[in-house]
């Protein structure tokens, strides 16, 4: 039989990747198939949709944290599968996410620049992130 060690962060991990899935995986794409979106209307719509999303991320993350120091008071080796996580939602937040919106603003000025690969490192750390906080998930049950 199996046992949950705690529901609620089952539900909050499970919940941050829903939230990942959906945005990373989903709406990125999909805003610029949508009739009548221009390439700077998508790019102002995603510098809105991801900053709303780390908001969200930060959220759900500091809820494991404080389940961990309110309920559990040992910091077990689940920890280090969250600090993985956040540490990539840190890199996100401090580096990625700020140079991949002003680069999204000077593209929607009219800005010509060089190709970038920082898509393509934000959605490896995005594939990295999930794929931890889903081995962490799991590792809830027993």
Request: charge should be positive.
């Amino acid at each position: 039989m199996m046992t949950v060690i705690d529901p609620v962060l089952i539900v909050l991990t499970f919940l941050w990747i829903g939230f990942v899935c959906a945005i990373s995986f989903m709406e990125a794409g999909l805003k610029f198939r949508a009739p009548g979106v221009t390439i700077p209307v998508g790019l102002s719509i995603g510098r809105v949709v991801f900053g709303a999303l780390n908001k969200v991320e930060w959220v759900l993350a500091a809820a494991i944290v404080l389940n961990y120091v309110l309920f559990h008071h040992v910091y077990s080796w689940n920890m280090a599968w969250i600090a993985g996580a956040i540490l990539i939602l840190k890199i996100q937040t401090l580096w990625m996410l700020p140079a991949l919106s002003q680069r999204a603003k000077n593209i929607s000025e009219g800005v010509s620049l060089p190709p970038s690969s920082l898509h393509r490192y934000y959605l490896l750390l995005e594939v990295s992130k999930v794929a931890i906080l889903f081995v962490y998930g799991v590792h809830l049950f027993h």
